[in-house]
């Protein structure tokens, strides 16, 4: 019997073309460019301090879109990479409001927050200001407003981006731990299910 255990090799086959599958294609995920994300319209882009240079990573824009248009907007340039049109892996989180104002900066007014990532690579926060629908806020002030008047414009939303991305050391850094522990894993459940012991049963 301890002859045969010598003769099976430590990584079968069956497991290492699927593992390295796996990597494979997760480094081609990860190396990928990132998307562009346009200028949202209908809008006008933002240039208050604080929504410019200032703050790397961040932009905003003055516009008539309901949260859902907003939304929809970024979500469709940021699910894609810039090389070819490539579809991202990309999850929707919905955050409190108030998480805006710590990781965007304290003064930002918001009534919505949210979080469109892509799983190790980067994270793009949406954070949307409508007076008119933030009932907190209109419940707390005399003389809310309702709109706001840019260059002769009105607008009922105000959407701030922040953009944050990982360094591509980083990414496969992870990636090749991630798949190492997942690979030791494997390994102890395929010995675990071939041991002699449990085939005596």
């Known amino acids: 019997m301890l002859k045969e255990l010598k003769k099976k090799k430590l990584w079968p086959k069956k497991i290492i073309l699927p593992i390295l599958v796996i990597y494979l294609i997760g480094i081609l995920y990860l190396v990928l460019p990132s998307s562009e994300i346009p200028d949202l319209e209908p809008a006008l882009k933002s ?6 240079v200032q703050l790397p990573g961040v932009s905003a824009y003055y516009t008539n879109l309901s949260r859902r248009e907003a939304i929809a907007f970024f979500e469709k340039a940021f699910s894609h ?4 049109n490539l579809p991202l892996v990309t999850y929707r989180l919905n955050h409190p409001p108030e998480y805006a104002r710590e990781t965007i900066k304290d ?7 949210e979080e469109l990532i892509h ?3 980067e994270s793009l926060f949406i954070s949307g200001w409508i ?3 933030d009932e907190v806020y209109l419940a707390k002030s ?3 407003i309702t709109d706001f008047t840019i260059e002769g414009q009105n607008f009922t939303a105000k959407i701030t981006l922040f953009r944050v991305e990982s360094p591509i050391w980083a990414r496969l850094l992870i990636w090749t731990g991630i ?7 494997a390994w102890f459940i395929v010995k675990i299910i071939g041991s002699p ?3 005596r049963k």
């Open 142 to 144: 005399i003389k809310p």
């Open 131 to 133: 007076p008119g629908e």
């Open 197 to 199: 012991w449990l085939k």
């Open 47 to 52: 240039v208050e301090p604080g929504d410019t």
């Open 107 to 113: 003064t930002l007014q918001t009534n919505f927050y």
């Open 119 to 121: 799983p190790l690579r």
């Open 81 to 84: 990479s810039s090389f070819f």
């Open 179 to 185: 798949i190492l522990v997942a690979s030791v894993l």
